[in-house]
């Protein structure tokens, strides 16, 4: 048996299978499950997808780093759900590709930072944290109120999400543009496409104050305002709902 | 550099180098008002420059076949130069995010230079930039060496480490134009991570063919866990970038995980590019470099054996702990912190089988600045995998994830253990490679030596102040029961240790430069140069078939 | 291949901690196999012979 292990491990190729074979085994037992197990997600029927202008705002999220120092996932501490509000369920982040759970908390947490505070506040304090707060280390992004946002490929962002599994419809895929526009010129005719394809809850207004521009600053503040909105499930499951 | 390459390979080189620029030309076209249209011209330029370069040399004579009975080292010459450059950068640009902090309206106003942008230039510059060079330089000279056989051709080599480069610099400016998948240590977007697949599996094959020409029957335990790297960072790689793209002219693309699954596999990634990349790969480079310099064997080669299964089997359940206490289902979570805390073994035992072997070398160690990086190097792996063996403790872990305790245990590995055995072992390998008969300047490596373990022990000091305080400031209570700090209480506790942290990164960057400038004079100078050895040298190849085929 | 939870589950009580055992005892039993320690003390020396001299 030794003598079959040593001309083995002699064997380049042998030591190659080896490696692959022992370190194969934790990620399969581990990863795999998680696709198969239907308790891994729990069920949320009121679950909604990124309108176009949520999306395009978590895609400025993803482009500037802020999760670098800014977590989406409330543990299930009790200093943490009183900080913050209720923890994170799996489900909150199903539509989330990839997920912006994040690893540091530079700054707080954000999952729950949807509707905490003003769209004033956030233009403000994006445009530069330290006339808000004097002792914020945050960058100051001046340059989002500035920048057109690019909507004219948002359709095809959609289609790439519902590649991947996010159920976009064949409607919204074809007026991902015109509702991103409308989602933030509450008075233009493109407004009540939005509330009809995403819901009477969506927020639709101009959230950089400036109705008829449609800026990354519009896109960034959707994005926040809707963090941790997209289900009620974290308010009303186990822990969270008798708190 | 390339003088060597034959007429075929010069050939082969002009017809790969056509292919690249051709891809970046399809790319800009495709890309439009794309920021992926830079990436098309920035790709077509390097691969431009290549040809130029290779038509310079195209009509020199052909290398004679004495070449093929030595070690073919261009190649691991200038990985070494560029790895020291690419510190020198991602340690400055680390040390410019840590003034960031305390300073953040040092941006000029603009996205590229912001904290958020930054942050993964630096992380890629000296993960990937300064420590996958080290590591590509240093296994072709190990393979080898151990090997006692010549690299299998000449092209391909070159291949690897360029087209490595080109990965690193697409990455690195893709960031600062706002290209990222935002999945940690993994951000370069999909067309960029297609081309590194085809590089490593490349790495893979030298491996392969070199090893199939070896001389000695048995493989050396260094290549082992370069082996392990090369592998096991390409299924890493492929699983974790999984992603579809908007179109072929964006770079922008959509994991093809979501949520949970997606938390799973990205620090199931994570943690064994610590693993696989930071960890195998420099005890590949420490199996060699820390017996070789010290002038003693391995002091249990047996033991070495035991921990590379250990370490290949035990890491790879590890990740999880990563995702305590949240959406992630507990059995999983308890499965990576009972692995984790397994881990210390087979860890522990490569630290004290790299201290043991020192054992009677002590004399050397109080001498020589380069083994006591590495025997320093050695000391910091101890301590950081105890320490991550214990943040991987749940309830330990309650306090100090989200906090700066992990940036201090990240920068114990990486200052600590990676850059350390790195530094020890150029320092090693360059009066060789150059045919030297010592460094440029033997002080000037005791001076990087004080800076580099000053500056980390600084460093991680400070993280491990803020981010102990951070974690009891988030989970105070007062009388009334209600919390007791505010989150901007806790920031303004944290300012003096962010001005400590970034003396202890300029300390150390400080070092960085002193070893780089010590490497240049030692290149440029021309000191005793020793007489070539003929005991350096392949084994000659019995019954005259060629070494090498043309185009191999 | 199915390989679900129920698979995994079952796979891991059918003795899931003798395989892990058994496991460590092939490497512990090949790194120590008496017939072995030929080879090994061989390679442990190997990285010292034939190498470029040191540079001092």
């Given at each position: 048996?030794?003598?079959?292990?040593?001309?083995?491990?002699?064997?380049?190729?042998?030591?190659?299978?080896?490696?692959?074979?022992?370190?194969?085994?934790?990620?399969?037992?581990?990863?795999?499950?998680?696709?198969?197990?239907?308790?891994?997600?729990?069920?949320?029927?009121?679950?909604?997808?990124?309108?176009?202008?949520?999306?395009?705002?978590?895609?400025?999220?993803?482009?500037?780093?802020?999760?670098?120092?800014?977590?989406?996932?409330?543990?299930?501490?009790?200093?943490?759900?009183?900080?913050?509000?209720?923890?994170?369920?799996?489900?909150?982040?199903?539509?989330?590709?990839?997920?912006?759970?994040?690893?540091?908390?530079t700054?707080?947490?954000?999952?729950r930072?949807?509707?905490?505070?003003?769209?004033?506040?956030?233009?403000?304090?994006?445009?530069?944290?330290?006339?808000?707060?004097?002792?914020?280390?945050?960058?100051?992004?001046?340059?989002?109120?500035?920048?057109?946002?690019r909507?004219?490929?948002?359709?095809?962002h959609?289609?790439?999400?519902?590649?991947?599994?996010?159920?976009?419809?064949?409607?919204?895929?074809?007026?991902?543009?015109?509702?991103?526009y409308?989602?933030?010129?509450?008075?233009?005719?493109?407004?009540?496409?939005?509330?009809?394809?995403?819901?009477?809850?969506?927020?639709?207004?101009?959230?950089?104050?400036?109705?008829?521009?449609?800026?990354?600053?519009?896109?960034l503040?959707?994005?926040?305002?809707?963090?941790?909105?997209?289900?009620?499930?974290?308010?009303k499951?186990?822990?969270?709902?008798?708190? | 550099?390339?003088?060597?390459?034959?007429?075929?390979?010069?050939?082969?080189?002009?017809?790969?180098?056509?292919?690249?620029?051709?891809?970046?030309?399809?790319?800009?076209?495709?890309?439009?008002?794309?920021?992926?249209?830079?990436?098309?011209?920035?790709?077509?330029?390097?691969?431009?420059?290549?040809?130029?370069?290779?038509?310079?040399?195209?009509?020199?004579?052909?290398?004679?076949?004495?070449?093929?009975?030595?070690?073919?080292?261009?190649?691991?010459?200038?990985?070494?130069?560029?790895a020291?450059?690419?510190?020198?950068?991602?340690?400055?640009?680390?040390?410019?995010?840590?003034?960031?902090?305390?300073?953040?309206?040092?941006t000029?106003?603009?996205?590229?230079?912001?904290?958020?942008?930054?942050?993964?230039?630096?992380?890629?510059?000296?993960?990937?930039?300064?420590?996958?060079?080290?590591?590509i330089?240093?296994?072709?000279?190990?393979?080898?060496?151990?090997?006692?056989?010549?690299?299998?051709d000449?092209?391909?080599?070159?291949?690897?480490?360029?087209?490595?480069?080109?990965?690193?610099?697409?990455?690195?400016?893709?960031?600062?134009?706002?290209?990222?998948?935002?999945?940690?240590?993994?951000?370069?977007?999909?067309?960029?991570?297609?081309?590194?697949?085809?590089?490593?599996?490349?790495?893979?094959?030298?491996?392969?063919?070199?090893?199939?020409?070896?001389?000695?029957?048995?493989?050396?335990v260094?290549?082992?866990?370069?082996?392990?790297?090369i592998?096991?960072?390409?299924?890493?790689?492929?699983?974790?970038?999984?992603?579809?793209?908007?179109?072929?002219g964006?770079?922008?693309?959509?994991?093809?995980?979501?949520?949970?699954?997606?938390?799973?596999?990205?620090?199931?990634?994570?943690?064994?590019a610590?693993?696989?990349f930071?960890?195998?790969?420099f005890?590949?480079?420490?199996?060699?470099?820390?017996?070789?310099?010290?002038?003693r064997?391995?002091?249990?080669y047996?033991m070495?054996?035991?921990?590379?299964?250990?370490?290949?089997?035990?890491?790879m359940?590890?990740?999880?702990?990563?995702?305590?206490?949240?959406?992630?289902?507990?059995?999983?979570?308890?499965?990576?912190?009972?692995?984790?805390?397994?881990?210390?073994?087979p860890?522990?035992?490569?630290?004290?089988?790299?201290?043991?072997?020192?054992?009677?070398?002590?004399?050397?160690?109080?001498?020589?600045?380069?083994?006591?990086?590495?025997?320093?190097?050695?000391?910091?792996?101890?301590?950081t995998?105890?320490?991550?063996?214990?943040?991987?403790?749940?309830?330990?872990?309650?306090?100090?994830?989200?906090?700066?305790?992990?940036?201090?245990?990240?920068?114990?590995?990486?200052?600590?253990?990676?850059?350390?055995?790195?530094?020890?072992?150029?320092?090693?390998?360059?009066?060789?490679?150059?045919?030297?008969?010592?460094?440029?300047?033997?002080?000037?490596?005791?001076?990087?030596?004080?800076?580099?373990?000053?500056g980390?022990?600084?460093?991680?000091?400070?993280?491990?102040?803020s981010?102990?305080?951070?974690?009891?400031?988030?989970?105070?209570?007062n009388?009334?029961?209600?919390?007791?700090?505010?989150?901007?209480?806790?920031?303004?506790?944290?300012?003096?240790?962010?001005?400590?942290?970034?003396?202890?990164?300029?300390?150390?960057?400080?070092?960085?430069?002193?070893?780089?400038?010590?490497i240049?004079?030692?290149?440029?100078?021309?000191?005793?140069?020793?007489?070539?050895?003929?005991?350096?040298?392949?084994?000659?190849?019995?019954?005259?078939?060629?070494?090498?085929?043309?185009?191999? | 291949?199915?390989?679900?939870?129920?698979?995994l589950?079952?796979?891991?009580?059918?003795?899931?901690?003798?395989?892990?055992?058994?496991l460590?005892?092939?490497?512990?039993?090949?790194?120590?196999w008496?017939?072995?320690?030929?080879?090994?003390d061989?390679a442990?020396?190997?990285?010292?012979?034939?190498e470029?001299?040191?540079w001092?």
């Open positions: 048996m030794f003598g079959l292990h040593y001309r083995l491990e002699r064997k380049a190729i042998g030591l190659t299978l080896g490696i692959i074979l022992v370190a194969s085994i934790g990620g399969l037992v581990e990863i795999a499950p998680l696709f198969t197990i239907h308790q891994t997600v729990e069920d949320a029927p009121d679950m909604r997808v990124y309108t176009p202008l949520e999306l395009a705002g978590r895609n400025v999220y993803i482009r500037e780093g802020c999760y670098a120092c800014h977590s989406q996932m409330v543990r299930t501490l009790r200093d943490e759900v009183e900080r913050y509000g209720p923890y994170s369920l799996a489900v909150e982040s199903k539509y989330d590709h990839p997920m912006l759970w994040g690893s540091k908390r700054g707080p947490d954000l999952a930072i949807g509707g905490k505070y003003s769209d004033e506040w956030h233009v403000a304090h994006l445009n530069n944290p330290r006339d808000v707060l004097s002792v914020s280390v945050m960058p100051a992004y001046s340059w989002l109120l500035k920048t057109t946002l909507t004219d490929d948002l359709g095809a959609l289609k790439a999400q519902r590649a991947v599994g996010v159920p976009y419809t064949d409607d919204m895929i074809a007026n991902a543009s015109k509702d991103a409308g989602q933030a010129a509450p008075d233009s005719p493109y407004a009540d496409g939005v509330t009809q394809r995403y819901g009477k809850a969506t927020n639709v207004r101009a959230f950089d104050g400036k109705p008829g521009e449609l800026t990354e600053m519009d896109a503040v959707a994005y926040l305002q809707v963090l941790g909105r997209l289900t009620d499930a974290a308010h499951s186990g822990a969270n709902a008798t708190r | 550099m390339i003088g060597q390459l034959t007429k075929a390979e010069r050939q082969y080189a002009l017809l790969i180098l056509l292919g690249i620029g051709l891809c970046g030309l399809i790319l800009g076209i495709a890309s439009k008002d794309d920021p992926l249209g830079i990436h098309g011209a920035l790709i077509g330029i390097a691969a431009l420059a290549g040809v130029f370069k290779v038509i310079s040399i195209y009509y020199d004579p052909e290398p004679d076949d004495e070449r093929l009975t030595r070690y073919y080292d261009d190649p691991t010459k200038f990985g070494i130069i560029l020291m450059i690419w510190a020198v950068f991602g340690l400055f640009i680390g040390d410019w995010v840590a003034w960031l902090l305390v300073k953040p309206d040092f000029f106003d603009a996205g590229w230079a912001s904290f958020g942008r930054l942050r993964p230039v630096h992380t890629t510059s000296v993960l990937f930039g300064f420590g996958g060079n080290a590591l330089a240093t296994s072709y000279y190990v393979l080898q060496r151990t090997s006692r056989a010549r690299l299998p000449q092209l391909s080599p070159w291949f690897v480490l360029l087209g490595y480069n080109l990965f690193c610099v697409l990455a690195v400016t893709g960031y600062m134009m706002g290209i990222t998948q935002s999945k940690e240590y993994a951000e370069p977007e999909w067309y960029a991570d297609i081309w590194l697949l085809v590089v490593w599996v490349v790495y893979f094959a030298i491996y392969l063919r070199t090893l199939a020409r070896r001389k000695e029957p048995h493989i050396y260094a290549n082992w866990y370069y082996m392990a790297f592998l096991v960072i390409a299924i890493l790689h492929i699983v974790n970038n999984l992603a579809v793209p908007v179109s072929f964006s770079a922008k693309s959509y994991s093809l995980f979501s949520g949970v699954q997606d938390a799973m596999t990205e620090w199931w990634y994570g943690h064994n610590v693993a696989f930071l960890t195998a790969g005890l590949g480079m420490m199996y060699y470099f820390v017996p070789v310099r010290a002038g064997p391995i002091y249990s047996r070495s054996i035991i921990s590379f299964w250990g370490i290949t089997f035990f890491y359940w590890a990740g999880s702990h990563h995702l305590h206490y949240t959406a992630l289902p507990q059995w999983v979570q308890t499965l990576g912190m009972t692995f984790s805390l397994m881990l210390l073994i860890s522990w035992a490569s630290a004290a089988n790299a201290l043991l072997t020192l054992n009677g070398a002590w004399d050397k160690v109080r001498d020589d600045a380069t083994l006591r990086f590495m025997m320093v190097a050695a000391v910091f792996y101890g301590i995998t105890f320490e991550g063996s214990f943040l991987a403790i749940r309830s330990v872990n309650s306090l100090s994830h989200y906090t700066d305790w992990t940036v201090g245990h990240v920068h114990a590995g990486a200052l600590g253990w990676v850059a350390m055995i790195t530094f020890g072992s150029i320092y090693t390998i360059v009066p060789w490679l150059w045919k030297r008969d010592r460094m440029y300047s033997p002080r000037l490596v005791e001076v990087h030596f004080w800076l580099a373990l000053a980390a022990v600084v460093y991680v000091f400070a993280m491990w102040n981010g102990i305080i951070q974690g009891l400031m988030w989970r105070t209570y009388e009334s029961g209600t919390l007791a700090y505010s989150f901007v209480d806790s920031l303004i506790a944290m300012r003096p240790y962010y001005i400590a942290r970034a003396i202890g990164g300029l300390l150390f960057l400080i070092g960085g430069i002193v070893g780089a400038y010590n240049w004079m030692t290149i440029k100078t021309e000191s005793k140069v020793l007489p070539e050895s003929g005991a350096d040298a392949p084994e000659p190849v019995l019954g005259g078939e060629a070494v090498l085929q043309p185009g191999e | 291949m199915d390989l679900g939870h129920g698979t589950v079952w796979f891991s009580k059918s003795f899931g901690l003798f395989y892990l055992i058994a460590s005892i092939i490497t512990a039993a090949y790194a120590y008496p017939s072995n320690k030929k080879v090994f061989h442990a020396k190997s990285v010292l012979r034939n470029d001299e040191p001092r």
